[in-house]
């Protein structure tokens, strides 16, 4: 089956640690993003990668940091600077050629961090 | 600055009766829009898309309005069932398409 996979789906972690959010996409996408979305709220932009070895910074940058060494793989680390870290975070993909609007989204990893 | 609204935070339907969903957006020169679904705990798949050279585009049981002249869109869900509890979110690629904008969501509770 074709997909995205975000690992894991629950995560807990303390202040000041570092954490890793996995992405995973079979779909032979060239685009991909990472999102945020916290509770009644819409989904905010982090990161997005329009192609290998190649990211941008989103809406929301800050405290976070990406890498896209492999085109199927888009991990997020959550860095200890992110004041505010705990929240739902969806990774999601897109072809990313012309007319290729629709984003295809993970299940979400709810990370919370005391 | 550009924005992607919408109208009502929570919408409670009778089961059977039809949905409508609405969405407003403040870049006049937007000419493209999705409509995603998010059940609770998963991620938004899309449901429908429409361009602005369109006024009107119908799937499955749903219908996207577009109203260029007030700069609005709306969702309309027909024989809205429990399976279509969830938040609807419209949403506008901006430039070059790859940075997508979206809205709060509205959350849609179907009454059995």
């Known amino acids: 089956d074709g997909g995205i996979t975000q690992s894991p789906k629950y995560l807990f972690r303390k202040e000041g640690q570092n954490v890793t959010l996995s992405c995973e996409q079979n779909l032979n996408h060239d685009a991909m993003y990472w999102y945020r979305q916290d509770p009644g709220q819409g989904l905010r932009l982090i990161y997005y990668s329009q192609i290998v070895n190649d990211f941008q910074k989103g809406d929301i940058a800050e405290g976070y940091s990406v890498s896209r060494e492999k085109k199927e793989s888009f991990p997020l680390t959550v860095t200890s600077a992110q004041k505010n870290p705990t929240a739902f975070y969806l990774c999601a993909s897109s072809t990313g050629g012309p007319g290729s609007y629709e984003q295809y989204f993970g299940p979400g990893t709810r990370l919370t961090v005391t | ?112």
């Open chain 2, 1 to 112: 600055g550009e924005s992607v609204g919408l109208h009502l935070p929570t919408l409670s339907v009778q089961e059977g009766d039809n949905s409508i969903i609405n969405c407003a957006y403040s870049n006049s020169a937007s000419d493209y829009f999705i409509w995603y679904k998010q059940e609770s705990g998963k991620g938004p798949q899309f449901i429908i898309d429409i361009r602005s050279n369109m006024d009107k585009r119908q799937g499955q049981r749903v219908t996207v309005l577009l109203n260029k002249t007030v700069k609005h869109l709306s969702l309309q869900i027909a024989a809205t069932q429990p399976g279509d509890s969830a938040v609807y979110f419209c949403a506008e690629p901006g430039w070059g398409y790859q940075k997508v904008t979206f809205g709060t969501g509205t959350k849609l509770q179907v009454i059995p």
